[in-house]
């Protein structure tokens, strides 16, 4: 059961200002001189309070029911729904991820909110989720590289919670993967701890590929894949 660990610096993600601005809803350059300032200032004090980690391991062992709308990993049986299913089902193996910020960015961000501060607060929430998904993009591209070296592709990365997955299935999940996984922990409301972490399914084989999210087929309007998309 291959699979791979990484610690990323803050540094490595390359997080802009103008990133941040455009998740809040201004156009480029056009954010006010004080949000522009508090940006800058929280993107420097994230480097010192992330603890940005990413694991996969992945699963030959896999079976697709096109009637259910399934994937069967290890005799742990995921209902998917028929979104992920259609980006899946073609995968000759499959890899089970988590990834984090750690606990700092969401510290930062509620306590900046108990003081107030509800603009800072909001945004230390924004790059703690953007940091998260930045690091499981660097995740992804090695993993992609990794395995074309075998002829092999990789999917789109789909977590519980979005695209019909109901979250609840996150604990399947979890018992698939090493206790204490990039040292998350899960509820038993299926949440996260640290909550800036994701973790979820991606495809691997010769017949698949990644691709831009198919945000059109989905009624999920406020997926962070489609506001990056």
């Given at each position: 059961m291959p699979g791979k660990t990484y610690k990323f610096n803050f540094s490595d993600l390359n997080l802009t200002v103008s990133q941040i601005e455009r998740v809040l809803?201004?156009?480029?350059?056009?954010?006010?001189?004080?949000?522009?300032?508090i940006i800058s200032?929280?993107?420097?004090?994230?480097?010192?309070?992330?603890?940005?980690?990413?694991?996969?391991?992945?699963?030959?062992k896999v079976k697709f029911d096109n009637t259910g709308k399934t994937v069967t990993i290890d005799n742990?049986?995921?209902?998917?729904?028929?979104?992920?299913?259609?980006?899946?089902?073609?995968?000759?193996?499959?890899a089970l991820f988590a990834c984090t910020a750690g606990p700092g960015l969401g510290q930062k961000s509620r306590n900046s909110m108990k003081t107030g501060d509800m603009l800072e607060g909001y945004i230390y929430d924004i790059i703690g989720s953007e940091a998260?998904?930045?690091?499981?993009?660097?995740?992804?591209?090695?993993?992609?590289?990794?395995?074309?070296?075998?002829?092999?592709?990789?999917?789109?990365?789909?977590?519980?919670g979005y695209c019909g997955w109901d979250v609840a299935e996150q604990h399947i999940l979890f018992n698939l993967i090493p206790y204490?996984?990039?040292?998350?922990?899960l509820t038993e409301s299926a949440l996260m701890d640290p909550e800036k972490s994701i973790s979820g399914i991606?495809?691997?084989?010769?017949?698949?590929?990644?691709?831009?999210?198919?945000?059109?087929?989905?009624?999920?309007?406020?997926?962070?894949?489609?506001?990056?998309?």
């Open positions: 809803g201004y156009p480029e350059g056009e954010s006010h001189e004080h949000i522009f300032d200032h929280a993107l420097n004090e994230a480097g010192n309070i992330c603890d940005l980690r990413a694991e996969y391991r992945i699963f030959e742990s049986t995921f209902e998917i729904g028929k979104i992920i299913f259609g980006q899946l089902k073609k995968s000759d193996s499959v998260v998904e930045a690091a499981a993009d660097l995740m992804q591209d090695d993993m992609e590289h990794d395995l074309s070296l075998s002829g092999r592709n990789i999917s789109n990365r789909f977590s519980p204490n996984y990039c040292a998350i922990r991606i495809g691997i084989g010769e017949n698949i590929k990644r691709m831009p999210y198919t945000c059109n087929i989905c009624d999920m309007k406020n997926c962070i894949y489609r506001r990056r998309a």
